[in-house]
């Protein structure tokens, strides 16, 4: 990548100095807590599947009696592993036996330690030994097919049932799209459950449940071979059940998530200490399971001025990238979003976009920086929007984006048809060959309009980065830092499902997964 | 150019020529037999001469068209009667200076997208602080008291508040539909109202890019609002309403 912002190195050290030391400080007590969705995770790591007549997952049903019981800060494992122990059942057997009241949690005596540690360390080892095979398989199917040209092609599929999804999916793979994201039902993420089997009613999208991945995870691959690439899955890693979609996503091989550190505090009202605990044991799934997570600043600029909060955009990427980092994953695997979002109708306006997305590619080299495209400011006018796309594909291709979510030309009226998302794909493959290496040959004027628009979003960047570090996150956030949107401390949805972890707390998860150990078969026997 | 009001007809670069474009998408594989499904298509639609300029293949079974021809219907432009919202729209120094004279109170709206709806691009315009394309939005207005609830409001939740906020009015944003769910969350708002004999306490008025006053009038809602709505439309007709049915001495 050519620089060619002149950008002031100091600046751009400060600001991610100063991220870094805003995720220290939410990181000083996010180990103290767990949440009921992150000991359900842990449940269907452990093999716990299916639901009961009511529709209510096993791993709810385990979690909730557990909570009853005062159990939830020590943990589902340390339990769990005691029952494995007393009736010499799987998971599975157990969880079944607690739905159907056959047994309670109190029948279990809790094992030793050293006995409880040894059967639940197995079992996870077995769990990441999985996670680790699918992301393999990933890793030799991308090996094996041709490699894409970037901006990759992002669309969404919306039909609210997954069979035609499927059928959707594969046509926007076979039209030339790199990568498929299945929209969720509008409420989900208010979920305090993730919803099970195939679902073929939803409201601006489809449920995320697993067997919902699966089928579109195969209609893919389908059309994968069909033209020797692979075709990426996108799901939602947010809401109320962060980590537990992480799991699905691991084990049905998704490709990438959206998993935003502060998109459901601000966007869906969830509990800020929720999110901030929850996002981190889902992005540590996510790292360990080669995921690539797609974060949500977009969304800043639909609320507010795409011109005017510029910068907020820059300074929540920086917090996001750290968070990342000691989530586990790699800059690699952290997609930070932006977004084509200012008002067409402003004079130079092109040129904004240019230096936002220019800035992002130099303050973040090693991300596959994610390109949301216009939405605020297009209309009914289909021939308009797809013309200001174009503008959005051009700003992508001569700025180096990575990951282009395609803009559809009836972006206003309905979820995309599908011509639309043709149209769209049509669009994107026209410019980004047409102008492929035309940032390579172009630089940017020194001392021009673009230069200083990225000094001056840089500069009010690492300002607010540095009143949020001395007043902290959760006060920024507090007093509508992003997005304009405030949301206090102790409000929001999912607070009931916080707790404090007990001294005797036990997750193997966390070590295995945030030091990226490789199970070898040694360790499994 | 004498255009005959009673027979109007698409307008190419003829009178009466009837030009029209449309394009779709079918689902056979794109070949001759799908373009002449196509020309079919457009024939039964009343198009005549009808010709099928591009056709795509979408893969996975499905083609594209796009379809040019000369439509043989016409309407009688004059006899349409729209319903309109009589009200002329208003400044917002107007509007509040109307408040504060005619009703002598502050009056009280309550907003939300409700449903599964969780896009408020529409209700943060209308209602927050900052408004829209430097109009300001009503909570800025200092004669209303503007309470914007966010998305994915219940309708009951959204009735509740009004109750309890003695609302004057009921501002509801659907954007976001798929299948039509915006107009049974519509209808059902207006079916909570009345089933709690609220109805005729407030106004009711909905607003979104799918929405027009004659659409929200079949629903049974006092106004709505499409695209292109400022702040001040909506706060005009909220005023000179509660003026119009005397409203002053409510409270």
């Known amino acids: 990548m050519q620089k060619k912002l002149e950008l002031e190195q100091k600046t751009i050290d400060l600001a991610r100095d100063t991220a870094g030391k805003i995720a220290d400080q939410l990181h000083s007590w996010i180990s103290d807590y767990t949440t009921s969705t992150i000991e359900r995770a842990s449940a269907r790591l452990l093999g716990i599947d299916g639901v009961d007549d009511a529709g209510v997952p096993l791993a709810n049903i385990m979690v909730e009696k557990l909570q009853e019981a005062g159990l939830l800060g020590h943990g589902l494992v340390p339990w769990l592993a005691s029952a494995i122990i007393a009736r010499n059942e799987s998971p599975q057997e157990i969880a079944e036996a607690l739905k159907e009241d056959k047994l309670k949690v109190t029948d279990i005596p809790e094992a030793p330690e050293e006995k409880m540690q040894e059967v639940a360390d197995k079992l996870a080892l077995e769990a990441a030994a999985e996670i680790r095979a699918t992301r ?75 067997e919902n991945f699966r089928i579109v995870r195969e ?113 690699e695997q952290i997609a930070l979003g932006h977004a084509f979002e200012i008002n067409p109708d402003m004079e130079d306006g092109l040129l904004m976009e240019i230096a936002q997305a220019q800035l992002c590619r130099e303050l973040f080299p090693s991300a596959p920086l994610k390109y949301m495209p216009p939405t605020k400011h297009v209309t009914g006018d289909i021939f308009r929007t797809y013309l200001v796309n174009g503008m959005f594909n051009f700003v992508s291709v001569l700025t180096g984006q990575e990951i282009q979510l395609l803009g559809m030309p009836t972006e206003a009226i309905h979820t995309p048809y599908i011509s639309d998302r043709y149209l769209s794909i049509a669009n994107g493959q026209y410019i980004f060959n047409n102008a492929r290496h035309l940032g390579d040959e172009i630089m940017i004027k020194q001392d021009g309009r673009i230069q200083a628009r990225a000094a001056h979003l840089l500069g009010e960047a690492c300002e607010m980065l540095q009143e949020i570090e001395r007043i902290g996150l959760e006060s920024a956030i507090e007093q509508g830092f992003f997005a304009d949107i405030k949301r206090t401390a102790e409000g929001g949805k999912g607070k009931d499902g916080v707790a404090g972890k007990e001294e005797n707390y036990y997750n193997p998860f966390f070590e295995l997964f945030l030091n990226g150990s490789i199970p070898t078969e040694g360790r499994l026997s | 150019m004498e255009v005959n009001l009673s027979k109007v007809k698409a307008y190419g670069d003829t009178l009466n020529d009837g030009a029209v474009q449309v394009s779709f998408s079918l689902p056979v594989p794109a070949g001759d037999e799908a373009k002449e499904a196509a020309r079919q298509l457009a024939l039964k639609m009343g198009l005549e001469t009808p010709t099928v300029t591009e056709m795509a293949d979408l893969k996975a079974g499905f083609s594209f068209f796009v379809v040019y021809g000369h439509l043989s219907h016409s309407v009688d432009y004059s006899a349409i009667k729209i319903p309109k919202r009589e009200q002329k729209s208003m400044s917002f120094e107007e509007v509040n200076e109307l408040i504060k004279e005619k009703l002598g109170r502050k009056v009280v709206v309550v907003a939300a997208c409700t449903g599964s709806d969780a896009h408020t691009v529409g209700i943060d315009a209308i209602v927050n602080m900052k408004g829209f394309a430097g109009e300001y939005g009503l909570e800025k207005y200092p004669e209303i008291e503007a309470y914007n609830l966010g998305s994915q409001v219940p309708n009951a939740d959204l009735l509740a508040k009004a109750v309890e906020l003695k609302a004057d009015a009921v501002l509801v944003s659907q954007v976001v539909t798929q299948k039509n769910i915006h107009l049974e969350n519509l209808t059902e708002l207006v079916e909570l109202a009345e089933a709690e004999g609220l109805r005729d306490k407030v106004l009711l008025i909905c607003g979104g890019p799918r929405i027009t006053h004659e659409l929200a009038m079949e629903l049974g809602y006092d106004a709505g609002f499409g695209p292109g709505t400022m702040p001040n439309h909506v706060a005009s007709y909220v005023a000179a309403e509660l003026v119009r049915r005397g409203s002053a001495g409510k409270k």
């Open chain 1, 219 to 331: 209609a893919l691959d389908e059309a994968g071979e069909k033209t020797g690439r692979y075709i990426q899955l996108v799901n939602y890693a947010s809401g109320l059940c962060m980590p537990e979609i992480s799991v699905m996503g691991a084990v049905e091989r998704l490709d990438m998530m959206l998993n935003d550190a502060l998109y459901g505090i601000l966007f869906r009202d969830i509990n800020m200490k929720r999110t901030f605990i929850d996002q981190h044991f889902s992005r540590m799934i996510n790292a360990y399971a080669g995921i690539v997570i797609n974060t949500g600043e977009d969304n800043y600029l639909t609320t507010t001025d795409a011109y005017e909060k510029g910068h907020t955009v820059i300074a929540s990427q920086f917090i996001n990238e750290q968070l990342g980092l000691r989530s586990g994953l790699t800059e």
């Open chain 1, 136 to 210: 393999g398989k990933r890793e030799q199917m991308m090996q094996e097919a041709a490699r894409p040209n970037k901006p990759l092609l992002y669309v969404i599929v919306a039909t609210g049932s997954v069979y035609e999804d499927a059928i959707q999916a594969k046509a926007a793979a076979l039209q030339g799209a790199d990568i498929v994201a299945v929209i969720r039902h509008t409420g989900q993420s208010l979920l305090d459950y993730v919803p099970y089997g195939p679902t073929t009613e939803g409201f601006g999208g489809t449920y995320a449940t697993q």
